[in-house]
């Protein structure tokens, strides 16, 4: 099972990987443009085709891939051949002149109007968006095929128990996956409280979330407390006394606190030995309600995005550090494949079992939407080589002509995005190392969920 797991979302990344690049390659070919080469994957070619003036092909490292279009980047200002390399003082200046040339290079006669840079601004566009727009429509039918079909769980009353400790050990244990002799049963285990229970009031209190299990028992050390709980179709009544123990101090919003080196903030509090998550119902969604689940996908992951160094700061903690791996940091493909595999092979998401693997297949396929959602964002990112680079720089170009009509001034041109190929390459440094970061932290120390 952990094998298909894996299998599964590496065949659907490398899916996501060639809708996106077809997303940059059919509109290309409809304005047009000449591309040269079509892949999946960076490296040595494992296997190509040419078909008409395309090489279609996979390469040995399934990390990405790209569509090579060719004159991505205009002839210099004045050298309308592209005829000066080499003719520039200064590292940089010979960079872009380099990498101008080699892009003029791919120029054959006869496409001198096949070329990307002559493109209109709308059809520069619909070329770069093409591919992050692939992602978006994956993710949206994944989305909305699953919560119109399949359902949504959707907040209902109650804590579910997700899993409850037999007995109880101390701080210095280093055991803590058997119970010995003396070690005393947890007060959930010893009233017969079970996995998948609802508890459904406390002390005559309504539970209306796993955060009310906290709230109520903490204050209730080594006094019986009543619990009614949900089993089945059954409604049970239990009496638990909590006992005193060492616990993580809550913050406002119901988190453990932590300190700088990671470990928790302890207090002493009621205690019965039971993880408890909020309680939900498979609800079927109207298709209406698919796009907003979708755009609340994109903020969130717009937001980690934003705060994208500092979680590579907190993953290469994790990493080389004793500090915990947060659930919510990036992932590399090997992290979102050994998720994946932990899923299918454990039938388990967040501390609850799945009911089957109708229920395995849908949290698979919300891996891959949440997938393709990032790949959406990420591609925005106003920097090249991403596809987001090539989109400012259409836009900046449109804003020029704008403002130039509207002096009467003559056209100002194309705008010359070579001038930032030294920052390309540093980019290009930076997400290969985030990269090689992201996989041996996946390897090391990986997400649980």
Known sequence: MYVLGVLFIAFGIGLSIALHELGHLIPAKLAGVRCSQYMIGFGPTLWSRQIGDTQYGFKAIPLGGYVRMIGMLPPKPGDPDGLLRGSSTGRLTALIDDARAYSMEEIGPGDENRVFYKLSTWRKLSVMLGGPMMNLVVATVIITGITTLYGQQVPVDGAKVGGVVQCVKPLSA???????????????????????????AIDGTTVRSSADVSRLIRPQADKPVPFVVRRGDQ?????????????????EKGQAKRKDDGSYVLTTAGYIGTSTGQNTALERQSITKAPQIVADGVVQTASVVLRLPQKLVQVWDAAFGSAPRDT???????GVGRVAGDVASTMSFMGVKLS??????????????SLNIALFVFNLIPLMPLDGGQIAGA?????????????????????DVAKGM???YAMTVVL????VLLIYADLVKPIKL
């Open 174 to 200: 280093t055991d803590t996956s058997t119970c010995g002799a003396g070690d005393p049963q947890s007060p959930a285990a010893k009233a017969g409280l079970r996995p998948e229970d609802v508890i459904v």
């Open 235 to 251: 409604e049970l009544k239990l009496t638990i006394t909590p006992m005193a123990n060492q616990v993580p101090e809550l913050d």
């Open 328 to 334: 919510n940091s990036p992932m590399s493909v090997v």
């Open 356 to 369: 089957g693997p109708a229920e395995l297949l849908v949290i698979l396929l919300m891996l891959l939407a």
């Open 395 to 415: 836009l900046w170009e449109a804003l020029k002509r704008g403002f130039a009509r509207l002096r009467g001034a003559p056209d100002p041109g194309y705008v």
């Open 422 to 424: 030294p920052l390309s």
């Open 432 to 435: 290969i190392g985030m990269s």
